[in-house]
Every structure is written in C-alpha cells, then in structure tokens.
C-alpha cells in the first residue's frame, strides 16, 4: 500500500511562488524505488500532466507549460516530493494531485500511476 498526503496549496497572487509537498508511506517497497509525479486538474477540465521524477536515474520531465517556472526534487531520506512553483500565473489555478508507480521512468499519462493523493488546492490571483 502506498499513502500519498499532499500539502502546501493555497492563494497566491501572479508572480508568486508556492512549494508543494507530498509525503508519501510506503510498505513492502522504498520510496526510492517509486516514479513521482504531479498533476493538475483545473474545474471542467481532463486531469494534466505537470512534471515527474523515475526512480531508477532521477531523470525529470516537465510540461512545456511549466518548464523554466516549476521544479520537481525528492528527499528519499524523507519519503517526500517537493513541487517548487515560481512565476506563478493565473492559468495554473488547479487542484494539484501528487501520484506514483513503480515504473522506472515518468510517464505523462494518468493511468500511468497507480497510487493517488488527495489533492491540494493552488489559487493563482491576476
């Protein structure tokens, strides 16, 4: 069984940074060894695909909507996945989801990951 507990949301205005975290149990299998990623899902809207983190090399893969603004990190020590949010817009206004697997590299699609957080809010003002 894998919990994930995201945190860290909230309202912020454009220009603005947030830095979310997910802190994550796992049983039977290291964190280490769990692909991470994020995801946003705005109100009407499918749920995307922002950023993740493979477990075997740490490679990392951005939306090109969030590169250069947004930054994925783990703390294996910690069981944690950090998203730093910078230059925040109006237009990442969305539920913001943590999500993992066992795949050895990210994969940009929900059914891609098979444990999910809750979710946690992220508000960006204009």
């Known amino acids: 069984q894998v919990q994930l507990i995201e945190s860290g949301g909230g309202l912020v205005q454009a220009g603005g940074s947030l830095r979310l975290s997910c802190a994550t149990s796992?049983?039977?299998?290291?964190?280490?060894?769990?692909?991470m990623a994020w995801f946003r899902q705005a109100p009407g809207k499918e749920r995307d695909f922002v950023v993740g983190i493979g477990w075997t090399d740490g490679g990392t893969l951005y939306a090109d909507s969030v590169k250069g603004r947004f930054t994925i990190s783990r703390d294996d020590a910690k069981n944690t996945v950090y998203l730093q949010m910078d230059s925040l817009k109006p237009e990442d206004t969305a539920v913001y989801y943590c999500a993992a697997d066992t795949r050895p590299r990210t994969g940009t699609f929900a059914y891609h990951y098979a444990y999910w957080g809750q979710g946690t809010q992220v508000t960006v003002s204009s």
């Open positions: 796992t049983s039977g299998r290291a964190f280490s060894m769990y692909t």
